[in-house]
């Protein structure tokens, strides 16, 4: 997954539910100076630079699941970033609109002097290189990657940034040709899209000769005891557990008891709740509202529709931190 997050620790104090769950992460515009954690993953980063005014520029977290490792950073720029992974290497990107096309591919190629060219390969990022439009620096960054091996998952169509200005498809993932992949999807259909201008991007991939670590899922159950069946699994049997017992056969006794028990069980599966405390229904209602907004104004492209969805996500986030404040 990638997503230009436009201020990480902002996103983690309104994540109503969490999304960061896929195996390879890629997170631009964190705004992180300084290291930053998430649990279940390996970090890796390149910080944000700070200024003597304003907020923090660029920043980019690479998040990579224990299964994929050993993973060792190999090359870190402010714009690129360089993870040597489980027979994969992962590039995450983030330049600023600023940057011309001759930069990114400077920086770029930087990059892919550091790596593995007969290893399976992921580039994925914020290049501000859009592809639902034709223009000279897009066409010249794309016509790069596309000549160094590397081809373009997204959809032009499937737009990644939705604001007042208008939308475009700009956050992309690529690979090279040892990686099997489905098309990019937004995931604008999850409760933490409405919040950002940018919509996460994911895609489902395999490569050859990963041996990926087995890691054990454990599921939270309740148990309790049925007690009309204890009792009449206890009538049958308690004879035989008496007469083992009278025989010293302490362990064949002690066997039987514990199977009265465990046939007297009854196992509830708890799902565990992935909302946020103060996630309730009045978020849940508005979350909605915004989405159709969001779907009526991807569709549309209309002027009218992005502002009207633009308003309802600030009404949404200004909702958020409100209840998140009184739960507080």
Not at 143 to 161: A, F
Request: net charge positive; with cysteine.
């Amino acid at each position: 997954m990638t997503w230009n997050v436009e201020g990480l620790g902002s996103v983690k104090r309104l994540m109503p539910i969490n999304i960061l769950t896929s195996d390879i992460i890629i997170l631009t515009e964190t705004f992180n100076t300084c290291e930053t954690s998430l649990q279940g993953y390996y970090t890796y980063e390149t910080l944000a630079t700070k200024g003597n005014m304003g907020r923090p520029s660029g920043g980019i977290t690479c998040l990579i699941k224990p299964l994929l490792s050993p993973a060792q950073l190999i090359h870190s720029t402010p714009n690129v970033i360089v993870i040597n992974a489980n027979n994969l290497v992962i590039i995450g990107a983030y330049f600023q609109p600023e940057r011309t096309a001759q930069e990114i591919i400077e920086t770029l190629g930087e990059a892919f002097q550091k790596i593995d060219k007969n290893k399976a390969v992921i580039l994925a990022g914020d290049l501000n290189c859009r592809i639902d439009q034709h223009n000279h620096k897009s066409d010249t960054v794309i016509n790069y990657l596309t000549n160094v091996g590397l081809c373009i998952t997204n959809k032009p169509e499937d737009k990644t940034y939705i604001g007042h200005n208008g939308t475009s498809t700009i956050d992309l993932i690529l690979h090279n040709a040892l990686i099997n992949t489905t098309n990019a999807k937004t995931m604008e259909n999850t409760s933490i899209t409405p919040i950002r201008k940018h919509i996460p991007v994911c895609i489902k991939m395999m490569w050859e000769n990963v041996q990926k670590k087995t890691i054990k899922n454990l599921s939270k159950t309740k148990k309790r005891l049925d007690t009309n069946v204890l009792a009449e699994i206890a009538d049958k049997t308690k004879n035989r557990a008496q007469k083992e017992i009278e025989n010293g056969n302490i362990n064949e006794a002690a066997q039987i008891l514990e199977n009265i028990v465990k046939k007297s069980q009854i196992v509830n599966y708890v799902s565990e709740r992935k909302s946020q405390p103060w996630f309730d229904r009045e978020c849940y209602d508005e979350r909605k509202e915004v989405l159709k907004s969001l779907h009526r104004a991807r569709t549309s492209l209309n002027s009218e529709d992005l502002k009207l969805y633009n308003g309802k996500r600030r009404q949404y986030k200004k909702l958020l931190r409100e209840k998140k404040g009184v739960s507080s």
